[in-house]
Every structure is written in structure tokens, then in C-alpha cells.
């Protein structure tokens, strides 16, 4: 497991203080970006809960936040990547419906999804030779 996975389960596991999804993907690759801790949660502070009105995932977000971070300004792999995964869905609300239609609980939804979007950030930070 790579250390950015590491951290992202260590942060999700924390109840308080509450690290939303795109807190949780940006944080573990905040400081290689150059970014404190304090200004990451900040940049990061309205991304839960699809942005706080079930729009686009926060997760998803983060992760865009991280690529842009290393310079990756086209991120057309990343979305490629995750539509396929998720039946074209980008959306909190698509997607937690979706899940629920699945009988899936809320937290293990969007732990997955913020584990899923760092390891997709992590190789293609590392295909770009953006991280070792």
C-alpha cells in the first residue's frame, strides 16, 4: 500500500475533527505540492457533500485539485477512469443513489471513492513522473 492510500484511510478514520472526501484526497499529497496542512483543509473546506449541494463529488474534486497541484492541466484520463468505473456518474447525488440502489451504506461509499481517487492521482502522478 502506497503511503498517499496510508493516509487517506488514517484521515477517514478520524470522527473528529471530520475530514471531508476532498480533504482526505488532497492531504496526503499536500505537502509534496508545497501546500501546509491548514491551507489544503482550507482549499478543500467546501468540498464535501458534492461541493455542500450534491454536485460534482468532492473526492473526484480533490483529486482534480492534486493533478492541477503537479501541473496536470488535462485531466481527461482521470474522468475516462472513473466514468467507466462508475457507469458515467461524477456527481455526490448520482452516485450515492446509485450506491444506495445497490444497498450500500453512505461512510463506505465515500471511503472508497476517496481511496479510489487517490490511488488514481498517485499513478498518474507517477505515469507523468510527477512523483517517484
Do not use: W
Not at 496542512?37 to 461541493?51: D, P
Not at 455526490?92 to 461512510?107: S, T, V, Y
Request: hydrophobic share 40%; with cysteine.
Amino acid at each position: 500500500m502506497s503511503k498517499y492510500l496510508d493516509r487517506a484511510k488514517q484521515l477517514r478514520a478520524i470522527a473528529v475533527p471530520h475530514y471531508n472526501c476532498g480533504q482526505s484526497v488532497v492531504l496526503p499529497f499536500a505537502e509534496e505540492a508545497g501546500l501546509t496542512e491548514a491551507q489544503a483543509m482550507g482549499i478543500c473546506a467546501n468540498f464535501g457533500g458534492g461541493l455542500k449541494r450534491a454536485a460534482a463529488c468532492g473526492a473526484i474534486t480533490g483529486g482534480l485539485v492534486v493533478l492541477g497541484l503537479f501541473g496536470i492541466d488535462d485531466p481527461g484520463a482521470y474522468y475516462r477512469a472513473l466514468r467507466e468505473k462508475h457507469d458515467g456518474l461524477l456527481d455526490c447525488a448520482d452516485l450515492l443513489r446509485r450506491n444506495k440502489e445497490l444497498g450500500g451504506e453512505k461512510k463506505p461509499h465515500c471511503d472508497a471513492l476517496v481511496y479510489e481517487c487517490v490511488e488514481l492521482v498517485e499513478r498518474l502522478l507517477r505515469e507523468q513522473g510527477k512523483i517517484a
